[in-house]
T-cell receptor
Framework: AQSVTQLGSHVSVSEGALVLLRCNYS??????LFWYVQYPNQGLQLLLK??????LVKGINGFEAEFKKSETSFHLTKPSAHMSDAAEYFC???????????FGKGTRLSVIA | GAGVSQSPRYKVAKRGQDVALRCDPI?????LFWYQQALGQGPEFLTY????????KSGLPSDRFFAERPEGSVSTLKIQRTQQEDSAVYLC????????????FGPGTRLTVL
């Protein structure tokens, strides 16, 4: 069975500071990994996805994530936080197309001016 | 439309009432998923369709929950005899083919059971 653990339910950073949101996964087979962002009262928007090509994945809005098989991690980073980055972030895993996503519990990112 | 739409956006039900939640996927998308997101939690899988066939309903929490997609496009999630624990946001997602891994999400329906 697959699972996702997101360390830290709430992360607070200053505007312009590095953003680091942590995600560890468990999967019996090579997984597909995703980061989604959710703004208040909105659905989930895909930030980026890992599909076994390059281990460093670049996404929208300046975010990127690195797949580290040895650490079973897929942490999300952004060099410089903007106020507009304040939102809920979810890491998710799936085995393939046609299979449900398994989500972590989410990390709420606050950006302080 | 350009994206996945869901209606209603908000629903308040009295305990014991039946509710129906609608999802309009992106036109032509083959796969459709329903997820339940409780307050402060990540979404959890409920059920999945490929065209009109319901391939997996292992996540439905009880036999009060029922989903259908009779013509392979619009889907309805029905909850009978609602309970307070059913209060959550219900998210619908679609993907273009049976091999496509990216799911596109709708805005969700927030259900509150009083």
């Amino acid at each position: 069975a697959q699972s996702v653990t997101q360390l830290g339910s709430h992360v607070s950073v200053s505007e312009g500071a590095l953003v680091l949101l942590r995600c560890n996964y468990s999967s019996s087979v090579p997984p597909y990994l995703f980061w989604y962002v959710q703004y208040p009262n909105q659905g989930l928007q895909l930030l980026l996805k890992y599909t076994s090509a390059a281990t460093l994945v670049k996404g929208i809005n300046g975010f990127e994530a690195e797949f580290k098989k040895s650490e079973t991690s897929f942490h999300l980073t952004k060099p410089s936080a903007h106020m507009s980055d304040a939102a809920e972030y979810f890491c998710a895993v799936s085995l393939s197309g046609n299979t449900p996503l398994v989500f972590g519990k989410g990390t709420r990112l606050s950006v302080i001016a | 439309g350009a994206g996945v739409s869901q209606s209603p956006r908000y629903k308040v039900a009295k305990r014991g009432q039946d509710v129906a939640l609608r999802c309009d996927p992106i036109s032509g998308h083959v796969s459709l998923f329903w997820y339940q997101q409780a307050l402060g939690q990540g979404p959890e899988f409920l059920t999945y369709f490929q065209n009109e066939a319901q391939l997996d309903k292992s996540g439905l929490p009880s036999d009060r929950f029922f989903a259908e997609r009779p013509e392979g496009s619009v889907s309805t999630l029905k909850i009978q005899r609602t309970q307070q624990e059913d209060s959550a946001v219900y998210l619908c997602a679609s993907s273009s083919t049976e091999r496509e891994i990216e799911q596109f999400f709708g805005p969700g329906t927030r259900l509150t059971v009083l």
